[in-house]
T-cell receptor
Framework: RKEVEQDPGPFNVPEGATVAFNCTYSNSASQSFFWYRQDCRKEPKLLMSVYSSGNEDGRFTAQLNRASQYISLLIRDSKLSDSATYLCVVRGDSWGKLQFGAGTQVVVTP | GAGVSQSPSNKVTEKGKDVELRCDPISGHTALYWYRQRLGQGLEFLIYFQGNSAPDKSGLPSDRFSAERTGESVSTLTIQRTQQEDSAVYLC??????????FGQGTRLTVV
């Protein structure tokens, strides 16, 4: 079983709509959680950290559910520029390495 | 510079040659990672350095791959006797011990 699992998509989203997707992780002792985005042929970029109480950054909302061991990302009012692959990242313990999911592709259409 | 710097940005090499890829992490970042990404694929973990601890080499695909890091600074990834399947983008990231990582722009390696 992979340590971090994501639905690969693609999620096809009309411009202006809301899209949400999850990521599950296997290590219940995981300490830190992040969402990255990766554009085609570019390096991944840190989108946001995910905090226990959930957090927002503009149109993006991240949630953590420790009991069910998943994190989620919701994008409101989708823009064409939101089209990308979103990578779920989990740090296993305080000094452990970052574990990357394979990514969820989001395609925002006009 | 302020970000993670990788060199070269592109490398074309003949099958069987050795290559060395370099990563300059963000100053003060104790953790450094190497990943490989083949075209259309996800990130493949290669190796992880954390401070002075022994590196986690569990992702290195064969003994042709090795990496070194000098203290908490520069790292080099060496691939010996390159094969065509080594063609990929090699990405380096650095972070503080407990934060998210920041990536360099990668080295695109093509083995011909």
């Amino acid at each position: 079983r992979k340590e971090v699992e994501q639905d690969p998509g693609p999620f096809n989203v009309p411009e202006g709509a809301t899209v949400a997707f999850n990521c599950t992780y296997s290590n219940s002792a995981s300490q830190s959680f992040f969402w990255y985005r990766q554009d085609c042929r570019k390096e991944p970029k840190l989108l946001m950290s995910v905090y226990s109480s959930g957090n927002e950054d503009g149109r993006f909302t991240a949630q953590l559910n420790r009991a069910s061991q998943y994190i989620s990302l919701l994008i409101r009012d989708s823009k064409l520029s939101d089209s990308a692959t979103y990578l779920c990242v989990v740090r296993g313990d305080s000094w452990g390495k970052l574990q990357f999911g394979a990514g969820t592709q989001v395609v925002v259409t006009p | 510079g302020a970000g993670v710097s990788q060199s070269p940005s592109n490398k074309v090499t003949e099958k069987g040659k050795d290559v060395e890829l370099r990563c300059d992490p963000i100053s003060g970042h104790t953790a450094l990672y190497w990943y490989r990404q083949r075209l259309g694929q996800g990130l493949e973990f290669l190796i992880y350095f954390q401070g002075n601890s022994a590196p986690d080499k569990s992702g290195l695909p064969s003994d042709r791959f090795s990496a070194e890091r000098t203290g908490e600074s520069v790292s080099t990834l060496t691939i010996q006797r390159t094969q065509q399947e080594d063609s990929a983008v090699y990405l380096c990231a650095s972070s503080f011990a407990t934060g998210g990582g920041f990536f360099g722009q990668g080295t695109r390696l093509t083995v011909v």
